[in-house]
């Protein structure tokens, strides 16, 4: 029995498996955001109807933040979600919107055909995407009054996710 | 009906594992004539069972047959007939299948080419690939089953192959040499526990196992470059080795192959290092079912993902099963295994083979670590990091510089221990053929340290190659032989020298091209409006207009690119933009110009509104050689194979004194 | 109509040349990029602007690609991110600067080489490891044969049994 080879064995095979095995059930996809829990990048940008928004003109309310576009099924499966949304929470909660690689035009157009819930903001150089570490539609940001990320959500959310997500942030001072 | 066909062949075919396995190893155990001969019969019935069930298959492929589930996966009635037979490997399912019929070929080419002597260790090497066999007739039986039935309602047609694996013919030659490179190291492996199982590893068997070994090798090299040939053709980034996961996963086998193919040949010339030939062989399989894991359970981020599937932990069991069965008889049985003592000196041709297997197996650590460290990180930190190209490229090339450093100085050296002085001229002897490398990429203009580093090296080891190879043939002509018949003897007398060297020139041709295209690699994106033109490396390239093309499958638009050199009209080039329904994001498709010296790589990126294009322009030196380089190697380990005129000469010679 | 379509031409250019467009105020990311302090170095443009950009846009990654760079990759955020990184070089920043505002955003994982520091630190120093002690388990292994040679003699009796019985073995294979 080579008590070397045996040692030299173990020693490099029991930590492979052991990592090996632990990766089970992680998405090697899933980035998680660094920012939550950072204050959130500010910004000024231009709304389609020409209007500017800056982010630190709203802090002392909770802003949703939410990245979209017309080409991603699960924006507009979330866009009713968003419009109900707004409208709950008008005067306490802001809603922005902001393009993600899509063209005003179509925005627009979406728009007209289904209604807004608040600004839509045209990201040109998608900077502020970058700055958000977004890469891909839907994305939504919650930011409390203080101007702090509490939460970032990635896909189509559902109504009581955003419903309870937004009371806590409200009730929280 | 081809669903229970199917499922009943692949059935049998783990019968026959299940059986023979156990056969196989008592019939090893005991010696038993009767044992080995069931054994072998198992065996070809196992190959028998696995071609059936892949006949069955391609049959349903062919005849859309969307009553089996697998053909509703990856047919469609659009797909033309050479992509319908080759989507058997496709998609995961057929993929495993591909594998079971691989591994049954395999096992019916040991059993009868095999036949005479070895008997014991014939039986023992049946007996693993048999285990082997049975963990993955196992799969395709259940987990993995291509033949399972498609559940009601039977639809009328489906979504078709990938549409990345549609539009190449190296898309379908890459799996193939591939398999047959990774499958196939099982039969080394299976040969190696024989050995050990045995408690002897003689020339006799060395013999078998290097040839086996050399079998998957040559077929690994070619896959690994159609591979890259392909990611270069059709990804459209301009690179053909990426780092990526999987790519690193068929790589790992490869380094640890060539470095037991370096240790066998000491053992067969000095009798030593026998322990590490069997370690280095048996790491090459564990390898290989590694790298299987990763690619199959979808736990790090590739290109080649599958998305993660219920296999992913059973491959995981079958690895660590395999891993701790072979440390157990390691550690049992490797001192059974007696080398000769080594007398050798540290400067000695043992010395570099010694040296090259340490660089070899560090390369393969790096690479390893390199690949899982992002799992590793996030267990330990929870945080996701990225381990890619730069820090790859990083640590392959003092590697390989290395590497092709021992290319050079090994074969310059003797055997055992020498004096002083002929070390001292065997190794200064070729160094004007260094310094004349060296003095070309100066004059080339390199100035960067690695190129004119890999320039001095690869000369002087180009020196020693060519000496060492035409060496015995200068002997002959000095003893009166003609060349050609001083060559042609040279080559019969024993073909894996000759073999050898040609796949050392070929690494020093491929090591050098791929130097050069990453280091000169010149690039240019503009945006171009018809008739706009730019200008990259000599080239003049004016954008012509955009056709759009429409195909079943897909909407390309397709920009014609006139291309100038030096003033000469070469004609155009159409690179593409492919919108897939599937797809969101559309695909280009590059065009590619390919000349001795350098290749133009034409990408279209975008597609503005108003007409104009995103071209990018790509002008890599010398890529072709990594192809041609690396197909020289896959040559030379091929003509390793051919048994040396003397051994054909005693067996004739044998027969002729019996039948007398 | 008419202003939608200058709209258009003005986000297809802005996309494809990192130029602040007409009808944006300051560059937006600015506001952003002090979480990284002030430039290090001065500005820079032309030749010098472009190498630095394709070798800092070597090492990072593209969030939704495969392992690709964002120098390699074609996809939109690809090409934005790629716009952004000249951009801060041009103002001066350095390449680690321009990393670490992108940490910020994206992690770690937008590094394609793991920065040297805490545990990422095993990446870089175990191949090394694994080399030396290679090189000394080699060194130690070729100094044996001063002691192997004095037991040689019973060693290599055992070989030269080994041998014996093959060489019987040949001559029977031989002779039959």
């Not at chain 1, 802090?59 to 499966?77: D, E, L, S």
């Not at chain 2, 049959?59 to 053909?71: E, G, W």
């Not at chain 2, 180009?462 to 002959?476: C, E, G, K």
């Not at chain 3, 074609?74 to 951009?87: D, F, N, Q, R, W």
């Amino acid at each position: 029995m080579n008590r070397k080879v045996l040692i030299v064995g173990a020693l490099i095979v029991t930590p492979l498996l052991i990592f090996l095995a632990l990766s089970f059930g992680k998405d090697p996809r899933a980035i998680d955001s660094p920012l939550v829990g950072r204050t959130a990048p500010d910004f000024a940008l231009r709304g389609l109807d020409g209007e500017m928004v800056r982010l630190a003109d709203l802090r002392g309310k909770p802003v949703v933040i939410n990245f979209w576009a017309t080409w991603c099924q699960p924006c507009i499966a979330e866009h009713p979600v968003l419009q109900a949304g707004a409208k709950q929470y008008e005067g306490s909660v802001e809603f922005l919107g902001v393009i993600y690689q899509d063209e005003p035009e179509k925005i627009q157009d979406f728009i007209d055909r289904r209604g807004a819930w608040g600004p839509s903001l045209v990201d040109d150089a998608g900077t502020v995407a970058i700055a958000y570490g977004v890469y891909g539609a839907p994305e939504t940001f919650f930011i409390d009054r203080n101007g702090v990320i509490v939460r970032k959500a990635t896909g189509a959310l559902h109504p009581s996710e955003l419903a309870s997500l937004l009371n806590g942030m409200l009730q929280s001072g | 009906m081809i669903s229970q066909l199917g499922s009943a062949a692949v059935l049998l075919a783990l019968m026959t594992c299940a059986i023979g396995a156990p056969l196989g190893y008592f019939a090893g155990a005991s010696r038993s004539a009767a044992g080995l001969q069931w054994t072998r019969r198992m065996a070809l019935a196992f190959a028998l069972f696995m071609a059936l069930a892949t006949l069955l298959m391609e049959y349903a492929l062919i005849t859309h047959d969307f009553s089996v589930s697998y053909v509703a996966s990856v047919g469609s009635l659009a797909t033309p007939l050479h992509i319908t037979i080759v989507s058997l490997w496709s998609s995961l399912e057929g993929s495993i299948l591909f594998w079971g019929l691989v591994l049954g070929l395999f096992t019916a080419g040991v059993t009868l080419l095999q036949r005479r002597g070895h008997e014991d260790y014939l039986a023992y090497t049946l007996g693993t690939l048999f285990v082997i066999g049975l963990f993955f007739s196992f799969l395709i039986a259940g987990p993995a089953n291509p033949f399972r039935p498609t559940p009601l309602p039977i639809p009328t047609d489906g979504p078709g192959p990938n549409p990345l694996l549609q539009n190449h013919i190296l898309m379908i030659i890459h799996p193939p040499m591939l398999y047959l490179g990774y499958v196939g190291m099982s039969v080394p492996f299976a040969m190696a526990v024989a050995a050990l199982l045995r408690g002897q590893l003689g020339a006799s068997w060395l013999r078998p196992l290097r040839n086996w070994l050399l079998v998957p090798t040559s077929f690994l090299t070619l896959g690994i470059m159609l591979g890259g040939w392909w990611s270069y053709e059709v990804l459209g980034w301009g690179g053909y080795w990426a780092w990526d996961p999987v790519e690193n996963a068929s790589f790992l086998p490869w380094l640890t192959a060539l470095a037991a193919l370096h240790s066998a040949v000491v053992q067969q010339r000095r009798g030593t290092l026998k322990a590490w030939t069997v370690i280095l062989v048996m790491v090459t399989f564990l390898l290989t079912i590694l790298g299987t894991f990763l690619t199959r359970s979808g736990v790090v981020n590739s290109v080649h993902s599958f998305t993660q599937s219920p296999i992913g932990p059973l491959f995981l069991t079958f690895l660590g099963i395999c891993l701790v069965a072979s440390i157990i008889l390691l550690s049992l049985r490797i001192d059974t295994l007696v080398s000769e003592p080594s007398e050798d000196a540290v400067v000695s041709r043992e010395g570099a083979f010694l040296l090259n297997n340490l660089l070899l197996v560090t390369f393969t650590f790096t690479v390893l670590v390199g690949t899982i460290f992002p799992i590793i990180a996030e267990a330990v930190r929870g945080v996701k990091v990225s381990v890619g190209e730069p820090y790859f490229n990083r640590m392959a090339v003092p590697i390989c510089l290395g590497l092709l450093f021992l290319i050079g100085i090994g074969p310059a050296l003797p055997w055992g221990r020498a004096d002083k002085r002929a070390l001292q001229r065997a190794l200064v002897w070729p160094l004007p053929a260094g310094i004349v490398g060296l003095g070309i990429a100066l004059l080339a203009g390199a100035r960067s340290w690695s190129v004119l580093l890999t320039a001095f090296l690869a000369g002087y080891a180009l020196w020693v190659t060519l000496d060492q190879a035409l060496r015995p043939a200068r002997l002959r002509a000095k003893k009166g032989e003609s060349a050609s018949q001083a060559l042609l003897q040279t080559f019969v007398r024993a073909p894996r020298r000759t073999g050898a060297y040609l796949v050392h020139l070929g690494f020093i041709a491929t090591f050098v091209a791929i130097a050069i295209s990453s280091t000169y690699k010149e690039n240019l994106e503009a945006t171009l409006a018809p008739g706009q033109s730019a200008a990259l490396g000599g080239y003049n390239l004016t954008f012509k207009q955009l056709d759009i093309e429409q195909e079943p499958h897909l909407t390309a638009q397709k920009a014609t690119i006139q291309i100038e050199h030096d003033g000469k009209d070469e004609g155009t080039l159409q690179p593409r933009f492919n919108h897939y329904p599937t797809q969101r994001e559309p695909i280009g498709t590059p065009a590619v110009r390919t000349t001795l010296t350098h290749d133009l790589y034409l990408t279209v990126m975008n597609v503005g509104e108003d007409g104009r294009i995103g071209l990018r322009a790509i002008v890599t030196p010398a890529v072709v050689w990594v192809w041609l380089g690396v197909l020289i190697m896959v040559a030379g380990t091929v003509i390793c194979l051919i048994p040396p005129r003397s051994v054909a000469v005693a067996e004739k010679a044998r027969t002729a004194e019996a039948n007398a | 109509m008419r202003s939608i379509y200058l709209t258009l031409v003005v986000v297809a250019l802005s996309l494809a040349a990192p130029m602040p467009a007409a009808g944006q105020e300051a560059p937006l990311g600015a506001a952003n990029w002090d979480l990284v302090g002030q430039p290090d170095g001065p500005p820079i443009s032309g030749t010098e602007l472009d190498l630095i950009t394709e070798e800092v846009a070597g090492i990072m990654r593209c969030p939704v690609c495969q392992g690709l760079s964002i120098a390699d990759s074609p996809t939109a955020l690809a090409i934005a991110m790629k716009a952004e990184v000249k951009e801060m070089l041009s103002k001066g920043y350095s390449e680690s600067q321009v990393l670490d505002y992108f940490e910020q955003s994206y992690g770690e994982f937008i590094r394609l080489e793991p920065k040297a520091r805490g545990f990422n630190l095993f990446v870089w120093l175990a191949p090394l490891a694994v080399l030396l002690g290679g090189l000394l388990f080699l060194a130690a292994r070729m100094r044996k044969p001063a002691a192997a040679v004095s037991e040689s003699t019973s060693a290599k009796s055992s070989s030269e049994a080994e041998l014996d019985t093959y060489r019987e073995r040949v001559r029977r294979e031989v002779a039959s």
